[in-house]
Nanobody
């Protein structure tokens, strides 16, 4: 059974930082591209950042220079370090795993990030 377990969300003031974690089980972690998506109330889910097994990364423009995605193969965990948070970063953040060769994909349950003073 595949599971993606997210943690690290919460309430933070503007300008603050949070680190999200996503621990995968039931998959061969190195076979999967890991990503973080977010969905704000009333908006579509959007891609925030992705990282390949080789460490190549890509970010949506609104988070470039503030967010960093990383992964640790020994721990089967992907991270999203979020700095200089803004109120518009408020959303539910979802972990995503995708195997390019088979198009198999999995989602985490989501973790709430709220940026407010």
């Amino acid at each position: 059974q595949v599971q993606l377990m997210e943690s690290g969300g919460g309430l933070v003031q503007p300008g603050g930082s949070l680190r999200l974690s996503c621990t995968a089980s039931g998959i061969i972690f190195s076979f999967y591209v890991m990503g973080w998506y977010r969905q704000a109330p009333g908006k579509q889910r959007e891609l925030v950042a992705v990282i390949t097994s080789g460490g190549s990364t890509n970010y949506t423009d609104s988070v470039k220079g503030r967010f960093t995605i990383s992964r640790d193969g020994a721990l089967n965990t992907a991270y999203l370090q979020m700095n200089s948070l803004k109120p518009e970063d408020t959303a539910v953040y979802f972990c995503h795993a995708m195997r390019i060769s088979s198009r198999a994909m999995y989602w985490g349950q989501g973790t709430q990030v709220t940026v407010s003073s």
